[in-house]
């Protein structure tokens, strides 16, 4: 996959997350994050629902000259 701001080839690997907890939510949303969140806000989309054994974690693709990531969150795309 080529990089979506620079168009170099992107280095392929996983998004994951350290001892998750089971009430850990990763999502992407429309809204910026404010200092205190109760809930999700509405049209949030949960990316990444980390599972025991490093389970749960998307592929996805890194620019390291861009700081960017770009990922799949589709269960096929998920280990
Ligand atoms: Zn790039």
């Given amino acids: 996959m080529d990089c979506p701001k620079c168009g ?3 280095e392929e690997g996983w998004l994951a ?7 850990t939510r990763v999502v992407w949303q429309p809204v910026e994050p404010g200092q205190v969140r109760v809930k ?5 989309v949960r ?3 980390p599972k025991a054994g490093g ?6 693709h890194i620019c390291k000259a861009c700081e960017m990531t770009v990922f799949s969150y589709a269960e096929s795309d998920v280990t």
């Fill in 55 to 60: 389970k749960g974690c998307p592929t996805g």
């Fill in 8 to 10: 170099k080839q992107m």
């Fill in 47 to 49: 990316v990444i629902r």
């Fill in 40 to 44: 999700k806000p509405e049209g949030a």
């Fill in 17 to 23: 997350i350290y001892e998750p907890l089971p009430i």
